[in-house]
């Protein structure tokens, strides 16, 4: 009788396992399928010259410039001439407003101290800052003083350092060169992590200092490229201007990155917001490849 029981306990053994295997077979290629469909992971990425919240009517309105960045769903933001507790723009922290207004994390550093408040530079994200350090621009003319903020992030596990700046206006390009070379060094210090840099560096693609910058870093707005023959190009199909808002003729604010960092551009354009500053934004939108 034993036999008997043991033949019939295998036989439903063996049953189970033909069904288990069945089912595995069929479960397979539909979960194959499923995850083949998963999103490559972004990070989007915004450039704004708010002009301390001054639009090109004239108003201060930060409402208006939190709600071109919310739309344009960026995950880290560089902004420059930000005031805080500045007398013209009635002592406002627009630093905080703007991070109260977006739900984002916020980090400013002033360059100057003016009208009784201070003036700089800031970073949106939305993710958790672990460090940041701001660094004084090589000044050589008498005038503002300009800055560099660093910031560090993880992203999707990876460790991005953002930096977000301003260069000087002068005609004379030497404090931008001089600018470039600091910028040059500050990267090069970030072994085996993604750098991106955003900001207003006031000055022409054509020229010296954008020649030096693009030396070691890749401009996202690549217009010499052609979309349809090298997929990895941003597919910018306008000459990149962002200022003055209201009708830009020139291309001033860039978004670069370093090459070879698992970053490719998905996308690379100028938002079309001709009243909120007198620069309009820049976004970029990145895919991140596993590193």
């Keep these: 009788m034993r036999w008997v029981c043991a033949i019939i306990i295998r ?85 905080g407003v703007l991070a109260e207004l977006t739900g984002m994390h916020v980090v400013f550093e002033k360059n100057i101290i003016y009208q009784g408040g201070e003036y700089g530079n800031a970073v949106l994200s939305r993710f958790p800052v672990e460090r940041f350090e701001n660094h004084a621009l090589p000044q050589s003319i008498p005038g503002e003083q300009r800055g560099l903020l660093e910031i560090h992030v993880e992203v999707e596990g990876r460790a991005v350092v953002f930096f977000a700046t301003h260069f000087d206006y002068h005609e004379d390009d030497g404090e931008r060169l001089a600018s470039a070379d600091m910028l040059r060094g500050l990267v090069e210090q970030q072994q085996g992590k993604t750098v991106i840099v955003a900001g207003d560096l006031n000055a022409p693609p054509n020229g010296q200092v954008m020649e030096k910058v693009t030396a070691f870093l890749s401009d996202t707005y690549n217009l010499g490229a ?33 090459p070879r960092s698992g970053l490719t551009v998905d996308e690379s354009r100028v938002i079309e917001e001709p009243v909120a500053s007198d620069h309009r934004p820049l976004l970029a939108v990145f895919e991140l490849s596993a590193e």
């Design 11 to 95: 036989m439903r053994l063996s049953r189970r396992l033909f069904l288990s295997l069945v089912l595995l077979t069929v479960a397979l290629p539909v979960y194959a399928e499923e995850n083949a469909g998963e999103p490559t992971p972004t990070l989007r990425v915004l450039s704004y010259n708010i002009h301390h919240g001054e639009g090109m009517d004239g108003a201060i309105d930060l409402e208006r410039i939190a709600d071109v960045i919310k739309a344009s769903e960026a995950d880290l933001v560089a902004l420059q001439e930000v005031d805080k507790g500045v007398e013209r723009t009635n002592k406002v922290d627009q630093p």
């Design 226 to 258: 052609d979309v349809a023959t090298d997929p990895g190009a941003a597919p910018g199909t306008d000459p990149g201007y962002t200022f003055p808002a209201d009708e830009p003729d020139r291309r001033i604010d860039y978004i670069l990155h370093t």
